[in-house]
């Protein structure tokens, strides 16, 4: 049962424009989101967090956006770079939980 | 540097061995996570530990599978008799508190990866 959704496996983007990945949730008791990177061989990365209570949140070139009642979560990364190629997972938890559910990732290329 | 340690990177192993991963969390972390990622797949829960205490193993398979974090050393993720199935990256992960709250992320450490042939 997968809880938190990354439709699209796959990006290419632009180098300079905008990278937009996006994720999807079923269960409405999540109420912390956070987005990871990850590089080949390695273990995941944070890169960015939301709560429940706010819709955006902002970190540099990164910014995630978060609508609750479409269930639907996005980070935006602004202007992409190289260094961004990489593998990205969405997560959620929820208060009355000890773990993080995952996304699949969405692999993003950023061609120079 | 400080970050999660996972030691074997690698380990291979041949079906009905056991295999042992080893997770030591970053410092001043008492909370220790193990994900599974298998091939094409998102990381999945599997036991999340304090020191001496199983807190909730709902995502652990039931026959074959346990773990420990001891008082003393690293958090132990062991696998009995393992199956080609069992191949797959295990990541540990440590945080400082609680995982859910907001505002307190989990950290990760490079993984291991069981190959079982």
């Known amino acids: 049962d997968q809880q938190v959704k990354q439709n699209s496996p796959s990006l290419s983007v632009q180098e300079g424009r905008i990278s937009i990945l996006n994720c999807d949730y079923t269960?409405?008791?999540?109420?912390?989101f956070l987005w990871y990177k990850k590089y080949p061989a390695e273990g995941p990365t944070f890169l960015i967090s939301?709560?429940?209570?706010?819709d955006k949140n902002e970190d540099g070139r990164f910014t995630v956006f978060l609508n609750k009642s479409a269930k639907h979560l996005s980070l935006h990364i602004v202007p992409s770079q190289p260094g961004d190629s990489a593998v990205y997972f969405c997560?959620?938890?929820?208060?009355?939980?000890?773990?993080?559910?995952f996304g699949t990732g969405t692999s993003l290329t950023v061609i120079p | 540097n400080a970050g999660v340690m996972q030691n074997p990177r690698h380990l291979v192993r041949r079906r009905g061995q056991e295999a042992r991963l080893r997770c030591s969390p970053m410092?001043?972390?008492?909370?220790v996570y193990w994900y599974r990622q298998l091939p094409e797949e998102g990381l999945k829960f599997m036991v999340y530990?304090?020191?001496?205490?199983?807190?909730?193993e709902s995502g652990m398979p039931k026959e074959r599978f346990s773990a420990e974090f001891p008082k003393e050393g690293p958090s132990i993720l062991r696998i009995q008799q393992v199956v080609r199935g069992d191949s797959a990256a295990y990541f540990c992960?440590?945080?400082?508190?609680?995982?859910?709250?907001?505002?307190?992320?989990?950290?990760f450490g490079p993984g291991t990866r069981l190959t079982v042939l």
């Open positions: 939301i709560s429940s209570i706010k």
């Open positions: 992960a440590s945080s400082r508190s609680v995982p859910s709250g907001g505002n307190n992320e989990q950290f």
């Open positions: 410092k001043g972390h008492s909370h």
């Open positions: 269960n409405s008791m999540f109420d912390y």
């Open positions: 530990l304090q020191k001496e205490n199983i807190i909730d």
């Open positions: 997560a959620a938890s929820h208060l009355t939980g000890n773990q993080f559910y």
